[in-house]
């Protein structure tokens, strides 16, 4: 199962070549989208989802170079229609590192297709209440585990830097906790 979800979530786009990798990758993707378009619980899973928008999203150059406009169509819609499940599914979700990666997903949809920018004002609102009640005053987990700390300190720190690529306002909360988080790394 694990192996499946690893597959299915795509990080290893990252691992690409990206100057031979294009078609390939382009293949791949389509017949994902042929093969898993519709709801499959596994490879539909909040987490497995989340981190496919988050990959899709970071490697769209990649997997959108020189591709046609059918598979652009495609490709765009399928992850909007990701998008929209995992938004829907947010609030069921009680694991806080799954709704990390979700509130992610989210505001990189938001950054990326402006007219779905309610989901990076989503996204910061959802943020903001995830970072109120998983930290204590000083920025770690609640939950005093340190593998947690480092989880979520990636997350934040992607979101961070994507809103600045995309040169909109990094709210202060999100700064603080970052700093908070490294400060209580640099502790340990």
């Not at 930290?135 to 585990?145: A, H, M, Q």
């Not at 990636?154 to 995309?166: G, H, N, P, Q």
């Amino acid at each position: 199962i694990n192996e499946t979800k690893e597959r299915h979530s795509f990080l290893w786009l990252n691992l690409i070549d990206r100057k031979s990798g294009g078609r390939s990758v382009q293949r791949i993707v389509d017949s994902w989208m042929i093969k898993y378009d519709k709801y499959k619980k596994i490879i539909w899973e909040n987490s497995v989802l989340s981190k496919r928008i988050i990959s899709w999203i970071l490697n769209v150059e990649l997997i959108l170079n020189k591709s046609t406009f059918q598979f652009k169509r495609n490709f765009l819609s399928s992850i909007i229609a990701q998008t929209n499940h995992i938004k829907k599914n947010l609030k069921y979700e009680k694991n806080h590192t799954k709704k990390i990666e979700i509130i992610t997903a989210l505001l990189l949809s938001g950054l990326v297709f402006k007219e779905y920018k309610e989901n990076f004002d989503f996204g910061l609102r959802e943020l903001e209440k995830i970072i109120k009640v998983f930290f204590d005053n000083n920025g770690f987990p609640l939950s005093r585990n340190p593998a947690e700390l480092i989880y979520f300190t990636r997350y934040l720190i992607l979101s961070k830097e994507c809103i600045k690529d995309a040169q909109q306002y990094v709210p202060e909360f999100l700064d603080e906790i970052i700093d908070k988080n490294l400060n209580c790394m640099k502790n340990i």
